[in-house]
């Protein structure tokens, strides 16, 4: 399967699972403030480049701490495939997840809107993918017998039984779970 979805074309809405990222995002983490979806723009920095917030893929949005961004981009990486996600962006260290490179630092990503700000982007199985993250992230949890808890907080204990180690990037998020 493709994880990774390059732009098609403008549109005119914000695509239903980027909204379901959204009410995700905002009942797990207090605080958090939805900077948007959709843009008719390119990409910062990059002209003639268009952004995924021009097909109503992406998502931008700002935690109330840098600890609950941490959190969110912990489980965001385990559950990346469940939820189609293709990148994001971590706008304070500066670096870019990709689902099919991992982490790259990259200081052309900009700063977004300061602070814990994240982008997310999600290809076009993600994007029209209607149903509620929680309901994906458990059908996809039961068939990979994973804790039906979708925390980070859950899932890292999981990964750690799985792969014999813990991955460092998490470890580095999260280190209360170990």
């Not at 700002?62 to 996600?85: C, E, K």
């Not at 290809?123 to 804790?147: F, K, S, Y």
Request: net charge neutral; charged share 25%; with cysteine.
């Amino acid at each position: 399967m493709q994880c990774f979805d390059k732009y098609e074309r403008d549109r005119h809405d914000c695509q239903i699972g980027l909204d379901r990222i959204e009410d995700w995002i905002s009942t797990e983490f207090a605080g958090y403030q939805p900077l948007g979806c959709l843009a008719n723009r390119d990409v910062r920095g990059r002209s003639g480049v268009r952004s995924l917030h021009a097909e109503g893929r992406a998502h931008d949005g700002r935690f109330a701490s840098f600890a609950d961004l941490d959190r969110f981009i912990a489980t965001l990486i385990a559950n990346a495939a469940a939820l189609n996600v293709q990148a994001f962006n971590d706008y304070h260290r500066q670096r870019r997840w990709r689902c099919d490179r991992g982490w790259t630092l990259n200081a052309d990503i900009g700063a977004g809107a300061g602070g814990p700000t994240i982008h997310v982007e999600r290809n076009w199985a993600g994007a029209l993918d209607d149903r509620p993250v929680p309901t994906i992230l458990r059908e996809a949890h039961q068939e990979a017998h994973m804790p039906t808890a979708y925390t980070a907080k859950a899932v890292i204990p999981w990964l750690d039984r799985v792969n014999g180690h813990r991955p460092k990037v998490v470890a580095a998020l999260d280190p209360k779970t170990g």
